[in-house]
């Protein structure tokens, strides 16, 4: 920051004059270089700052408290939103209006006590306008602390809200069933993901930050030990710190209905530590106010996201319009949103905050914490909560269900050898099939070795009927097949044969008895054009 000597500099006499008034030191005033002089000498003296300090009214104390915690600067036009302006005046007006005695605002006071000053500052790209407080003072900063500005959230209106969804602690069951199918070369099934209520892109962000996969979502086999032999508390734990750290996911960049243009770049990883900072001390038990949240926000740290100078340098705009969402009168629409996303985005997918709506497909208007998950946003593990089971059903010999919190070496291995066919939110259920029993053989996997891990978590759990399916594949294989066919039924005997001779095998038709064909579907449109260079108009009857 620019020091006394800098900022002194751009002051005319009378300025200096009512600066020294108000601190209540005699200065030269022969002329103006001489009274900067005194002036400079006057202020940099921790006795008469002492002195000044404690004829401050509150607002301009804590104005200038608030000054130094943010280490001597912040960007103009956000200090002054929350300690007002100051006005432009010359000597004649000053000597009418009396600005240094009769100050219209908190900020007013502090220029007219010579305690900040006013200047553009490069601090990364273009400059910047800056109130400062000249480095000469700032180091009497400490002997005059005082708390920073809290954001007050207040209770929801309704403390037992009928609309809930709940939270869940599924993220590693998930990305164990992702890891699965990479390791399997199978695509995850958008609908997977829609039922889970997560994005894909944020489970993959958690595979490649925790060191489960590489740039190419291919597992890492060394990441997959740690995985599978680390306690699902301490996988949750890091889990949660890979999201909080990461830049990899932009949640500014997700929000719905918004464009993105030119070549500035965010940080996602400030607003995550400051949301975290407000709400990890509110009371579990309690529902919050989602709306409360982002008005006290406003109000308070409204520049928790972008500094003053870069509410018209993001280039933001509503999908289908050609306004773009610059100033601070847009800040709802971006900040607000941002804050809304986080909350009912990431905290509640990672399984920290329970959320209430309005009405049964209402907008989200409250959250809770989850107290057992409370740990996490402290560094630590979760205590409680945290165990894994090794229950499984299996029904029809070939299906297989597991459910929430199910060992995820289980979990893993039972999806290597079968498809996921249907989850819903407590269980997903796998299927054996001959095309997943392949797939697994390509991999070096028999179904003896899925049998033998289902015997040793439960062996009563496993139907004869299953160990058979075993027995019959691993010496046999596929044995059967199932295909889709269409029949083509003549009258009678004769009208088959006359088409047979007909078409003299330009169709692969099988013949099942003397007046039925089966043919593949895809042939229908020639088999019908066919039957009409015969003269027979066919009859569509219904599935068999």
């Not at 209770?155 to 869940?168: D, E, F, G, T, W």
């Not at 830049?247 to 995550?272: C, K, S, V």
């Not at 971006?334 to 709506?357: M, S």
């Not at 199932?482 to 003299?504: G, I, M, P, Y």
Request: aromatic share 10%.
């Amino acid at each position: 920051m620019p020091g006394l000597t800098t900022t002194l500099s751009n002051y005319d006499l009378d300025l200096l004059k009512r600066i020294a008034r108000r601190w209540n030191v005699e200065i030269s005033e022969r002329d103006v270089v001489s009274a900067r002089a005194d002036l400079e000498a006057k202020l940099n003296n921790i006795e008469n700052f002492q002195k000044m300090w404690l004829t401050l009214e509150e607002p301009t104390r804590k104005a200038w408290t608030s000054l130094a915690q943010n280490g001597g600067k912040v960007p103009w036009i956000e200090f002054s939103r929350t300690y007002g302006e100051i006005r432009d005046f010359g000597p004649g007006r000053r000597e009418r209006e009396q600005p240094d005695l009769k100050p219209i605002s908190a900020a007013e006071a502090l220029w007219y006590s010579g305690l900040a000053g006013i200047a553009f500052l490069r601090s990364a790209g273009e400059p910047v306008e800056y109130i400062y407080i000249p480095d000469e003072l700032l180091k009497f900063a400490s002997p005059y602390p005082q708390q920073s500005e809290r954001i007050e959230i207040r209770p929801a209106v309704s403390q037992n809200p009928r609309h809930i969804k709940q939270a869940r602690s599924a993220i590693p069951d998930y990305l164990t069933d992702l890891l699965a199918a990479q390791r399997m070369q199978r695509e995850m099934p958008d609908t997977v993901f829609e039922t889970w209520g997560v994005p894909r892109t944020f489970l993959q962000m958690l595979l490649l930050e925790t060191g489960l996969t590489d740039k190419n979502m291919q597992p890492i086999p060394d990441g997959l030990r740690k995985f599978f032999s680390t306690n699902r508390a301490d996988v949750q734990a890091d889990i949660f710190k890979a999201w909080l750290n990461t830049a990899e996911f932009n949640e500014l960049r997700m929000l719905p209905g918004l464009i993105f243009e030119g070549t500035w770049m965010n940080d996602p990883l400030p607003p995550r530590k400051r949301l975290i900072e407000w709400v990890s001390g509110l009371n579990c038990g309690t529902w919050w106010s989602l709306s409360s949240l982002i008005a006290s926000v406003k109000a308070h740290q409204p520049d928790f996201q972008r500094a003053a100078g870069e509410y018209d340098t993001w280039f933001i705009r509503e999908a289908g319009s050609s306004t773009y969402l610059g100033g601070f009168d847009n800040w709802d629409q971006i900040e607000g949103a941002l804050l809304t996303y986080l909350i009912t985005g990431p905290l509640h997918w990672l399984g920290l905050v329970r959320l209430a709506r309005s009405g049964v497909d209402g907008k989200f208007v409250a959250f809770q914490l989850v107290e057992e998950m409370l740990p996490l946003m402290s560094g630590q593990a979760p205590e409680i909560g945290m165990e894994e089971r090794v229950d499984f059903t299996i029904k029809d010999v070939r299906f297989i269900t597991l459910f929430e919190s199910t060992s995820r070496i289980l979990r893993y291995q039972v999806a290597r050898f079968t498809e996921l066919v249907n989850i819903n939110k407590k269980e997903s259920h796998y299927a054996l099939t001959s095309k997943s029993l392949k797939s697994a053989a390509e991999q070096g996997l028999q179904i003896t070795q899925l049998i033998h891990l289902l015997e040793k978590e439960n062996s009563n759990q496993i139907p004869e009927s299953l160990r058979n399916l075993a027995r019959r594949w691993s010496s046999q294989g596929s044995e059967a097949a199932v295909n889709r066919v269409s029949l083509l039924r003549f009258a009678n005997a004769a009208a088959c044969d006359e088409f047979l001779k007909h078409t003299a095998g330009r169709f692969k038709l099988e013949e099942l008895n003397g007046q039925t064909l089966a043919f593949n579907e895809k042939q229908q449109e020639g088999v019908i054009k066919a039957l009409s260079e015969l003269g027979i108009l066919v009859e569509f009857g219904e599935d068999v």
